[in-house]
């Protein structure tokens, strides 16, 4: 049973730049949340889809978007980077009752 | 605000010394509790949760965690580290709704160095 998958695993993106970053949830699971863990720190929560939607956001500022497919797969946009975007971005799905299970992460370096 | 605190940023044991890491949580109302570990270069991976029930819970690889609700608190514990317990350990708490998940808060991690 594959858990959940997470690309690429490296990216390196300008200043500026727009990035897209990919999550494949655990089989049976319908609620995918990202997180953004910065070094030395603990996951910070970005936001959590639910049916096609934006269930519930933390405090990250609009450039930070998402969508979920009717797959339950999941994309996470951020737009006009900045160099404290860097961090690892961490995917996790879930089921209403279950613990959530992680990704191994996208590392994110804007420079 | 809902937050989560762990006492210690770096603890450095010798082997076979008893672990205890300490973690307190903020919110008023029904949470679950988990403590979630990462080994250097690998993912986030559950130790252990307290959904309801007994307050001391049995985790993999011989860790434990007692929930003791008035100190709002979750410690971990382990009688008797090991090298390959060397990780990042994080406390995290996830706010308790009926119906629907919910989002995760956690701790700043706690970094456990085993000298052999």
């Known amino acids: 049973d594959a858990g959940v998958t997470q690309s690429p695993t490296h990216l390196i993106k300008t200043r500026g730049q727009q990035v897209t970053l990919r999550c494949s949830p655990k089989?049976?699971?319908?609620?995918v949340s990202w997180y953004q863990q910065a070094l030395g720190q603990g996951p910070q929560f970005i936001f959590q889809?639910?049916?096609?939607?934006?269930?519930q956001r933390g405090n990250f500022p609009d450039r930070f978007s998402g969508h979920q497919f009717p797959n339950y797969s999941s994309e996470l946009n951020v737009n006009a980077l900045l160099l404290g975007d860097s961090a690892l971005y961490l995917c996790a799905s879930t089921r209403t009752g279950v613990e959530a299970f992680f990704g191994q992460g996208t590392r994110l370096t804007v420079v | 605000a809902q937050s989560v605190s762990q006492h210690n940023h770096h603890v450095i044991l010798s082997e076979a010394a008893s672990l205890e890491l300490g973690c307190n949580y903020s919110?008023?109302?029904?949470?679950?509790l988990f403590w979630y570990v990462q080994y250097p270069g690998q993912h986030l991976q559950l130790l252990l949760k307290y959904f309801s029930g007994d307050p001391l819970v049995k985790g993999i690889k011989g860790f434990e965690a007692e929930f003791i609700k008035s100190k709002f608190s979750f410690n971990l514990r382990k009688p008797s580290v090991q090298w390959s317990d060397t990780a990042e350990y994080f406390c995290a708490v996830m706010p308790s709704f009926r119906s629907s998940a919910s989002k995760i808060i956690f701790g700043s991690g706690t970094r456990l160095s085993i000298r052999p």
């Open positions: 089989s049976g699971h319908d609620t």
């Open positions: 919110y008023g109302g029904t949470v679950n």
């Open positions: 889809y639910y049916e096609e939607e934006e269930r």
